[in-house]
């Protein structure tokens, strides 16, 4: 008996212990940086051994096991206790350990609108075969429905055969799937199922294949890469011709993603195969908040592409307030997100005649008017006006809203603005006007006929419902407006810089086209359409305006394919305007506030200009060393992450001496020279003048300031000297540097934190 008690109580404290010690474990990511193994088999193997010093045997460490990284760079992820982490952190050839996190996806006119048929080579298509080309962009995200007609390969020659992906098979995805404009397809699950458990349990349809399941993936490369569809639109709003930015361009899918939410470890899996894959430019509408490069796997995957000449174009995020910019690396070209000359009105009428303009894409119709109630009226049992007010789940009494519109407000710009219109309809409602004072022009759908309105519509609102006796209004169908103005203008939830990490670094680098998007959707993505199946959809976010760059990015490749990923930034970013299309400075939604290089980096893309930039500033991988070098990165790291021997120069050269094509200083202490060198890239010989725009309180001196090239391809070196006269008093102060032949202008904007003269 005894024994039976001892035996029992032992499986009882084993089985304690072990569930404790799974309750303890989380998903980390092991970087090493580059390799020098010599196939991706001895990676894994060497990874192994290291992996079972902690866990106590090869096959443990194959069970801890969730990704081998062995391709483009070296690393793994597993689950691990924080103590196995911890040991494995203090191994010499680690870089860094850090707990896998989940990122969130950040989505054709806007194509008209940046002029992109006054392109040579790009006017007047009519089909894919006058324009082939094998730049290839590979795009990181929530995978692809191939079945629409935005990835016809009619007119598409063959494969490139520098091409290594595949065409991986799954769930209602087939080989067949694939053709010669989706030249490749993957998909990454289980990182983000070691995080979140089987996709089986989360009750939501998805395929465990490329396929798209959501919308995202679909709508982003379409917007890079889609083929020439004629009479496109979503309910008839928005028709017209879509069409990607280079349609002749190939696609290579990674699906990474998984509803809205992507697991750091496949991301950086999809970066690794993407890399290896032989991509030329790499499009990621993804991204997190950041505290340093080599514990980000966007941050990671992109340096290791970049060193292979790969360009990554990524999102600068959608959180709106300063400082909260994502994807800083230098090495990433940023992205933020501007409006295009066309609005979408869905207005309402009142009872008086008046008429409120408001912003929806709303194809439903009302046969007449309806009587108007405000939320705060309408409050259910227990519930106070004010929380009534936001139109939230079981908070609206259904007999008074019954057969009304419902007025309601935000609690916080975070809120999903069609949830509230689905509450409404629970309670009988038949409409919704929401005053969004913030989000007013972003085009929204909803469940029943909706729109959002500003605050000046508002206060009329407002006096008409405190002065009629039985108010009434009739909300319209969404019209298109094209040819608006001012545009673009600053997208009001477009993430804002510093950089959190390198503040000399300038980030955003760009802003484009990512408000009100029309491009492909997967059908069964019907969250991102207020629960209509679509095969075209129009969304918003720095996810739509990064894949606009990627296509740029793809047609200079096309024009320039020796250009480094660095030159090609260049050449975007320098050629960009700050000026919209009523020739005044850029303005930020939603109330026209004035905006700076912390909203829009250099300014709004100009593809035209970017082809044939005149000069551009080229940086490589020693540079980004040296960068590296001066943030405080030990030269023993430094050789991890790339792989060979590493001096760092004494003093390190610093963080504003890169050659980036914008010029940043975090922290000035008096006066301060920088140093840039530009490469000529032009017919025959000419000179260069420059012109500067001096920030408040500093005086600016460019030595040379005449540049005096005799041929393409020829280097010159110049001195920026930064003199400041007054404190700026912890803010950035603003200015720029524009270098002129009478044909080209080169601009650079200048950030400087002046904290003493």
Same mark, same amino acid.
């Given at each position: 008996?005894?024994?039976?008690?001892?035996?029992?109580?032992?499986?009882?404290?084993?089985?304690?212990?072990?569930?404790?010690?799974?309750?303890?474990?989380?998903?980390?990511?092991?970087?090493?940086?580059?390799?020098?193994?010599?196939?991706?088999?001895?990676?894994?193997?060497?990874?192994?051994?290291?992996?079972?010093?902690?866990?106590?045997?090869?096959?443990?460490?194959?069970?801890?096991?969730?990704?081998?990284? #062995?391709?483009? %760079?070296?690393?793994?992820? *597993? @689950?691990?206790?924080?103590?196995?982490?911890?040991?494995? /952190? $203090?191994? &010499? !050839?680690?870089?860094?350990?850090?707990?896998?996190?989940?990122?969130?996806?950040?989505?054709?006119? #806007?194509?008209? %609108?940046?002029?992109?048929? *006054? @392109?040579?080579?790009?006017?007047?298509?009519?089909?894919? /075969? $006058?324009? &082939? !080309?094998?730049?290839?962009?590979?795009?990181?995200?929530?995978?692809?429905?191939?079945?629409?007609? #935005?990835?016809?390969?009619?007119?598409?020659?063959?494969?490139?055969?520098?091409?290594?992906?595949?065409?991986?098979?799954?769930?209602?995805?087939?080989?067949?799937?694939?053709?010669?404009?989706?030249?490749?397809?993957?998909?990454?699950?289980?990182?983000?199922?070691?995080?979140?458990?089987?996709?089986?349990?989360?009750?939501?349809?998805?395929?465990?294949?490329?396929?798209?399941?959501?919308?995202?993936?679909?709508?982003?490369?379409?917007?890079?890469?889609?083929?020439?569809?004629?009479?496109?639109?979503?309910?008839?709003?928005?028709?017209?011709?879509?069409?990607?930015?280079?349609?002749?361009?190939?696609?290579?899918?990674?699906?990474?993603?998984?509803?809205?939410?992507?697991?750091?470890?496949?991301?950086?899996?999809?970066?690794?195969?993407?890399?290896?894959?032989?991509?030329?430019?790499?499009?990621?509408?993804?991204?997190?908040?950041?505290?340093?490069?080599?514990?980000?796997?966007?941050?990671?995957?992109?340096?290791?592409?970049?060193?292979?000449?790969?360009?990554?174009?990524?999102?600068?995020?959608?959180?709106?307030?300063?400082?909260?910019?994502?994807?800083?690396?230098?090495?990433?070209?940023?992205?933020?997100?501007?409006?295009?000359?066309?609005?979408?009105?869905?207005?309402?009428?009142?009872?008086?005649?008046?008429?409120?303009?408001?912003?929806?894409?709303?194809?439903?119709?009302?046969?007449?008017?309806?009587?108007?109630?405000?939320?705060?009226?309408?409050?259910?049992?227990?519930?106070?006006?004010?929380?009534?007010?936001?139109?939230?789940?079981?908070?609206?009494?259904?007999?008074?809203?019954?057969?009304?519109?419902?007025?309601?407000?935000?609690?916080?710009?975070?809120?999903?603005?069609?949830?509230?219109?689905?509450?409404?309809?629970?309670?009988?409602?038949?409409?919704?006007?929401?005053?969004?004072?913030?989000?007013?022009?972003?085009?929204?759908?909803?469940?029943?006929?909706?729109?959002?309105?500003?605050?000046?519509?508002?206060?009329?609102?407002?006096?008409?419902?405190?002065?009629?006796?039985?108010?009434?209004?009739?909300?319209?169908?969404?019209?298109?407006?094209?040819?608006?103005?001012?545009?673009?203008?600053?997208?009001?939830?477009?993430?804002?810089?510093?950089?959190?990490?390198?503040?000399?670094?300038?980030?955003?680098?760009?802003?484009?086209?990512?408000?009100?998007?029309?491009?492909?959707?997967?059908?069964?993505?019907?969250?991102?359409?207020?629960?209509?199946?679509?095969?075209?959809?129009?969304?918003?976010?720095?996810?739509?305006?990064?894949?606009?760059?990627?296509?740029?990015?793809?047609?200079?490749?096309?024009?320039?394919?020796?250009?480094?990923?660095?030159?090609?930034?260049?050449?975007?970013?320098?050629?960009?305007?700050?000026?919209?299309?009523?020739?005044?400075?850029?303005?930020?939604?939603?109330?026209?506030?004035?905006?700076?290089?912390?909203?829009?980096?250099?300014?709004?893309?100009?593809?035209?200009?970017?082809?044939?930039?005149?000069?551009?500033?080229?940086?490589?991988?020693?540079?980004?060393?040296?960068?590296?070098?001066?943030?405080?990165?030990?030269?023993?790291?430094?050789?991890?992450?790339?792989?060979?021997?590493?001096?760092?120069?004494?003093?390190?050269?610093?963080?504003?001496?890169?050659?980036?094509?914008?010029?940043?200083?975090?922290?000035?202490?008096?006066?301060?020279?920088?140093?840039?060198?530009?490469?000529?890239?032009?017919?025959?010989?000419?000179?260069?003048?420059?012109?500067?725009?001096?920030?408040?309180?500093?005086?600016?001196?460019?030595?040379?300031?005449?540049?005096?090239?005799?041929?393409?391809?020829?280097?010159?070196?110049?001195?920026?000297?930064?003199?400041?006269?007054?404190?700026?008093?912890?803010?950035?102060?603003?200015?720029?540097?524009?270098?002129?032949?009478?044909?080209?202008?080169?601009?650079?904007?200048?950030?400087?934190?002046?904290?003493?003269?």
């Amino acid at each position: 008996m005894k024994l039976v008690v001892v035996l029992i109580l032992f499986c009882f404290f084993r089985y304690v212990l072990i569930n404790e010690a799974i309750s303890t474990t989380k998903h980390y990511i092991v970087y090493m940086g580059d390799h020098s193994h010599l196939d991706s088999q001895s990676v894994i193997s060497s990874s192994h051994e290291m992996l079972a010093s902690v866990t106590g045997s090869i096959r443990q460490a194959e069970e801890a096991v969730v990704h081998h990284y #062995s391709k483009s %760079f070296r690393g793994f992820s *597993a @689950i691990l206790t924080p103590e196995q982490a911890q040991q494995l /952190s $203090e191994r &010499e !050839s680690v870089i860094s350990v850090f707990e896998s996190r989940t990122h969130r996806v950040q989505t054709t006119h #806007s194509w008209e %609108f940046l002029q992109i048929d *006054a @392109i040579p080579q790009y006017s007047h298509v009519t089909n894919e /075969s $006058e324009y &082939e !080309s094998d730049v290839i962009v590979g795009v990181i995200d929530t995978g692809i429905w191939p079945e629409s007609e #935005s990835f016809s390969d009619k007119g598409l020659g063959p494969v490139p055969k520098r091409f290594k992906g595949e065409c991986v098979v799954g769930d209602q995805f087939t080989v067949k799937n694939c053709n010669r404009k989706i030249i490749g397809a993957r998909f990454y699950s289980r990182g983000f199922e070691a995080e979140y458990g089987p996709l089986e349990s989360l009750n939501r349809t998805f395929f465990r294949s490329p396929r798209d399941e959501n919308g995202h993936g679909t709508h982003t490369a379409s917007t890079v890469a889609g083929s020439v569809v004629n009479n496109v639109s979503i309910f008839g709003i928005a028709r017209g011709t879509a069409r990607g930015g280079m349609p002749s361009a190939r696609l290579a899918i990674y699906k990474a993603c998984w509803l809205t939410d992507c697991s750091e470890a496949d991301l950086l899996s999809a970066f690794d195969d993407a890399t290896n894959d032989g991509v030329d430019i790499l499009s990621v509408s993804v991204g997190l908040a950041q505290s340093s490069f080599f514990t980000d796997a966007i941050s990671i995957g992109s340096f290791h592409a970049f060193r292979k000449g790969v360009l990554i174009s990524a999102s600068a995020g959608n959180a709106r307030f300063p400082g909260t910019a994502i994807n800083l690396a230098p090495w990433i070209l940023t992205v933020a997100a501007s409006s295009i000359d066309r609005e979408f009105n869905s207005n309402v009428y009142l009872g008086n005649s008046k008429i409120l303009k408001g912003t929806s894409i709303n194809p439903l119709k009302m046969n007449k008017y309806y009587g108007i109630i405000a939320a705060t009226a309408a409050a259910a049992a227990g519930v106070s006006a004010e929380n009534a007010s936001f139109c939230k789940n079981n908070t609206l009494d259904h007999n008074l809203i019954k057969g009304k519109i419902v007025v309601c407000t935000l609690n916080d710009s975070t809120e999903s603005r069609g949830d509230k219109s689905v509450a409404v309809r629970q309670g009988g409602g038949v409409g919704m006007i929401l005053i969004d004072p913030i989000g007013k022009d972003v085009g929204v759908q909803f469940v029943i006929p909706a729109t959002l309105i500003g605050q000046n519509e508002a206060e009329v609102l407002q006096e008409y419902l405190t002065t009629a006796k039985i108010p009434t209004a009739k909300i319209y169908p969404t019209i298109t407006v094209l040819n608006t103005s001012p545009a673009p203008r600053m997208a009001v939830f477009s993430s804002m810089g510093p950089s959190v990490i390198t503040p000399e670094i300038i980030k955003p680098d760009i802003t484009a086209p990512g408000l009100n998007i029309l491009a492909a959707w997967s059908p069964l993505g019907i969250d991102g359409s207020a629960g209509r199946p679509v095969d075209y959809n129009i969304v918003s976010g720095t996810s739509m305006s990064c894949p606009h760059v990627s296509a740029i990015a793809a047609i200079i490749k096309s024009r320039h394919p020796s250009w480094s990923p660095s030159a090609i930034k260049s050449a975007i970013m320098t050629t960009a305007t700050v000026m919209d299309n009523t020739g005044r400075p850029i303005l930020k939604d939603p109330d026209g506030s004035p905006t700076t290089p912390f909203d829009y980096g250099s300014g709004h893309i100009n593809p035209v200009a970017a082809l044939d930039p005149g000069l551009i500033y080229d940086f490589g991988s020693n540079d980004i060393i040296n960068f590296l070098c001066s943030n405080s990165d030990s030269p023993a790291e430094i050789r991890n992450v790339t792989g060979e021997p590493v001096t760092c120069k004494n003093p390190p050269i610093p963080s504003y001496d890169l050659n980036y094509p914008s010029i940043g200083v975090a922290s000035m202490n008096g006066s301060v020279s920088v140093l840039r060198t530009v490469t000529y890239y032009g017919k025959g010989p000419t000179a260069f003048n420059a012109s500067v725009e001096n920030p408040s309180g500093v005086k600016v001196a460019v030595t040379p300031y005449n540049l005096k090239f005799k041929e393409s391809g020829e280097k010159m070196s110049f001195k920026v000297d930064f003199m400041p006269y007054k404190s700026s008093n912890g803010s950035f102060v603003f200015g720029s540097i524009t270098w002129s032949n009478g044909i080209y202008k080169v601009r650079s904007p200048i950030g400087l934190n002046v904290v003493s003269v």
